[in-house]
Nanobody, 120 residues
Framework: QVQLVESGGGLVQPGGSLRLSCVVSGRFFSINIMCWYRQAPGKQRELVADITSDGSANYGDFVKGRFTISRDNAKNMVYLQMDSLNPEDTAVYYC??????????????WGQGTQVTVSS
């Protein structure tokens, strides 16, 4: 069984920074694409950023150079450095393993989410 656990969320003032972390654990052979999504109250879940195993990254248009996704393949971890946060970034942030290979084949997995609140 594969588990994704996020950490690093919290309350931050506008203009501040947070670094989210996600660790993948369990029985798997490889991880391809890792993603961060977010969902604000009353809104659909949206892609924040994704990163391939070789480090190629893509970002949602709203990121506008403020966030950086990275990963440590040796530790099975993915990170999201968020700078210049504004209240519109308030949401639950989810780690998503888009393609993780287990004995049952390729599948995707979600973390439980971590709350990010940007407020003065």
């Amino acid at each position: 069984q594969v588990q994704l656990v996020e950490s690093g969320g919290g309350l931050v003032q506008p203009g501040g920074s947070l670094r989210l972390s996600c660790v993948v654990s369990g029985r798997f052979f490889s991880i391809n694409i890792m993603c961060w999504y977010r969902q604000a109250p009353g809104k659909q879940r949206e892609l924040v950023a994704d990163i391939t195993s070789d480090g190629s990254a893509n970002y949602g248009d709203f990121v506008k150079g403020r966030f950086t996704i990275s990963r440590d393949n040796a530790k099975n971890m993915v990170y999201l450095q968020m700078d210049s946060l504004n209240p519109e970034d308030t949401a639950v942030y989810y780690c998503h393993g888009n393609s993780i290979f287990t004995i049952q084949g390729w599948s995707d997995y979600w973390g439980q989410g971590t709350q990010v609140t940007v407020s003065s």
